[in-house]
Each structure stands twice: as structure tokens, then as C-alpha cells.
């Protein structure tokens, strides 16, 4: 592929309600999307999945722009005949941006399916027609998660629940989703980094409640503190933000700090390295599921793809459009009444944003210069 245009553009959509973990509130989703477009006139879309503010990854989305602008960007302009693989390999050269590098390499990958009439499910290695569908469900007051838990199980049919904790909301709320809806309720927690290691003895009062896993119970950076953590609980730990590609994921695993990965796309650097993460696991037997960054449609049509692929035996964070947004940007993802979302099955990522809903989300859009010898015949495929 050449490319002819790309193309940044920054989008706000509104969230239904507040959505807290134990670092931080958002009420509105920011979003970075790349659009490129290729000499055969196909269009690719990419999502980067950093936020506005460095409380869950360094990377901010004022980081990812001028990455992308600066460096990731030129780049695959410069490139001869640029592919998401030959991209992927390119920016091995720069150091860290794994979520600038992702949403480039979706971009990518998106129009060059589209070229190949693939799915991105298809490419990736799916066996499954539809994923399971969980949720994700923030802090919030006692009073108000009885009433939301029942919504997400019983009406809308989620097949997993992760509650967000911190200090202080932790035991008492899996207590009473535990007491409300019984033991046979796919239940799991997420601390993104809230507890310390003398809260071990605390958190072992989670083991007697049948969970999934603990999530990210310490900092980040602690693989050695999750490995002493994990000689204390019989509730398998995961982990979430320090892993940031493959080698991450097989240090953490040999080093006894994760017991089940989160693999999430844009964290680890786009869907090519989230594959091989799923690999990686599959090998050593160690259970993965598709994390959520409060995605677009685009973003998490793509992730119910990845989600598709055979070792991914945990439900993930992939939840229907209006549990975030009341107006996505893509045709919703929905949860159908046994729980699961269809994986897409259309070239690419299989969803393009509708063009009024994208138009109401954006805030600024930045049209790249591409080089006049780029454009120019000479700099052919
Ligand atoms: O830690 O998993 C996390 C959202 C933003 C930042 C970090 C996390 C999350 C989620 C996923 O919990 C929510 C979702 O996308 O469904
Ligand atoms: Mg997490």
C-alpha cells in the first residue's frame, strides 16, 4: 500500500454515567483516531486508546499526537510500500508509544484487510463466531450497585462482572453482589494499583468469594510484590498496566507475578502484538482475556475480534455501546439475550464511523502534509 492521506482527529463523546476506578473519574471518553487513506482510494480507521491524563499509562493522548506527527507517521509515508506487519517492524525503532504505535497499526491493518477483502478476525485467527459479553462497573455509592449489577446480569445478560475497587470499597461490595445474585456469577475485581503489600491479609477476605481473579491489586512496576501477593491468596492475580508487549507478559508469568494476563491492544502496541501475546500464553497455559479501554465502536469491534481467537477462554471487558455512550460513532456493538456480541465478519474492522455521529464527537481534526515525492509517481509501490 501507498498512502495518500492520513489524517488525526480528536473526538469527545459523553459518558451515560461517571465511570470511576480507583485513580480516576471520567465523564467524557477522548479519543485519538487516525484515518488513512490509500492510493486505491480505501480508507483505514485506528483508534489509540491513551487518555487524556497519565493516571492508568504514561502515554497521554497529546504524547500520541506528537509521536505520531512526529515520528510513527512520517515513517510509513516514507515507507515504499507500506503493510501494518512491515509498520509494526519499523516502529521497533522507536522507543515505548505502544498506544500511538497501536492506532497506527489498526489504521493499517484496517485498510489493507479492506484491500484483501479479510476480516480482521479472519487474519487474526478467530474460531469464534460471537464472544461473550462482560461488563466493567466503576465505584460508586452502596446504594446505586444492587440496582446497576442487576441491570447488566439480568436484563441485559452480561456474562461476567468486574467490580472496580479500591481501599474501601473492596470486600463489602463483592459481599453483597455475592449475597444478591449467588455464587454461579462470573465475578471478578480490579485495584489498578490501589493496594499495598501489607494489604494482603485484607485481601485475602476476597478468597472465600469464589472470584475470577484480583486485577492489578499493586503498582504497576511491583512484579515482585504481585509474585509475594500471589503466595498469599488462592485468588489468581492479573495483571494489566505494566504489561506492555510479549516480553512483559513472559517475564511477569516466569516470575510468578500473574497467574492470567489482560491483553489489551493499544497497550501492548497494536492487535499484531496482541496475537502474539495470546500465543505466548497459550503455550504456557496461562488464561487471557481482551481488556477495555472505554472504547469507540471502532476500537472495540476490533477487540470483539481479537477476542475471537481460541485461548482467549476468559470473558473480557467487552461490553454494548450504550453501557458508555448514548451515541457511539459506529453502528453500536450490541449484547444479544444469551449474552455475546457477533464478531464482525466485513473487510477490515467491519465498521466504519457513521459520518453525523463522527461529526458531533469531534473537536479537531489534522490533516498531515504528505510529501509532494511521496504523492509524486516516482516514489512508486
Ligand atoms: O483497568 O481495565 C482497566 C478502563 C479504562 C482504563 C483502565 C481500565 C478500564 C476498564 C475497562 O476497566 C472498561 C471497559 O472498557 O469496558
Ligand atoms: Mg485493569
Redesign the pocket.
Known amino acids: 500500500m501507498r498512502l495518500t492521506e492520513v489524517e488525526l482527529r480528536r473526538v469527545r463523546l459523553p459518558l451515560v454515567t461517571p465511570f470511576r476506578t480507583s485513580r480516576y473519574t471520567e465523564d467524557w471518553k477522548h479519543a485519538l483516531l487516525v484515518r488513512l487513506r490509500t492510493e486505491e482510494g480505501v480508507v483505514g480507521w485506528g483508534e489509540c486508546v491513551a487518555m487524556e491524563v497519565d493516571v492508568y499509562s504514561p502515554e497521554t493522548i497529546d504524547d500520541a499526537v506528537k509521536m505520531l506527527r512526529g515520528t510513527l507517521i512520517p515513517m510509513v509515508l516514507e515507507m515504499e510500500s507500506v503493510t501494518a506487519e512491515g509498520a509494526k517492524e519499523a516502529f521497533t525503532r522507536a522507543e515505548g508509544h505502544p498506544m500511538a504505535k497501536a492506532a497506527l497499526e489498526m489504521a493499517l491493518l484496517d485498510a489493507q484487510l479492506r484491500l484483501d477483502h479479510r476480516s480482521l478476525a479472519e487474519y487474526l485467527g478467530a474460531k469464534r463466531t460471537r464472544v461473550e459479553a462482560g461488563v466493567s462497573v466503576g465505584i460508586m455509592p452502596e446504594k446505586d450497585l444492587i440496582d446497576t449489577v442487576r441491570r447488566y446480569l439480568v436484563e441485559e445478560r452480561y456474562r461476567r462482572i468486574k467490580l472496580k475497587i479500591e481501599p474501601g470499597w473492596d470486600v463489602e461490595p463483592v459481599r453483597l453482589v455475592r449475597d444478591t445474585f449467588g455464587s454461579r456469577v462470573p465475578l471478578q475485581v480490579?485495584g489498578?494499583g490501589a493496594y499495598k503489600l501489607d494489604d494482603a491479609q485484607h485481601l485475602a477476605e476476597l478468597d472465600r468469594y469464589d472470584l475470577l481473579m484480583i486485577?492489578?491489586p499493586l503498582a504497576a512496576d511491583d512484579l515482585d510484590g504481585h509474585a509475594k501477593l500471589a503466595r498469599e491468596l488462592t485468588t489468581p492475580i492479573c495483571l494489566?498496566?505494566p504489561i506492555t508487549c510479549t516480553a512483559d507478559a513472559i517475564e511477569a508469568i516466569d516470575r510468578g507475578a500473574a497467574a492470567i494476563i489482560?491483553i489489551k491492544p493499544g497497550r501492548v502496541g497494536g492487535y499484531l502484538e496482541a496475537r502474539e501475546i495470546h500465543r505466548v500464553c497459550a503455550e504456557r497455559d496461562v488464561p487471557v482475556w481482551v481488556?477495555g479501554m472505554v472504547e469507540t465502536g471502532l476500537g472495540r469491534w476490533a477487540n470483539v475480534a481479537l477476542a475471537a481467537l481460541p485461548h482467549f477462554t476468559l470473558v473480557g471487558d467487552l461490553s454494548a455501546s450504550e453501557r458508555f455512550f448514548t451515541r457511539d460513532i459506529t453502528p453500536p456493538v450490541v449484547v444479544d439475550r444469551d449474552g455475546y456480541i457477533q464478531v464482525p465478519d466485513k473487510p477490515g474492522i467491519g465498521v466504519e464511523p457513521d459520518p453525523a455521529a463522527l461529526d458531533e464527537a469531534t473537536e479537531d481534526v489534522d490533516q498531515i502534509d504528505v510529501p509532494a515525492r511521496v504523492l509524486a509517481t516516482g516514489h512508486s509501490r
Open positions: 480490579d489498578n486485577e492489578q494489566d498496566e489482560n481488556g
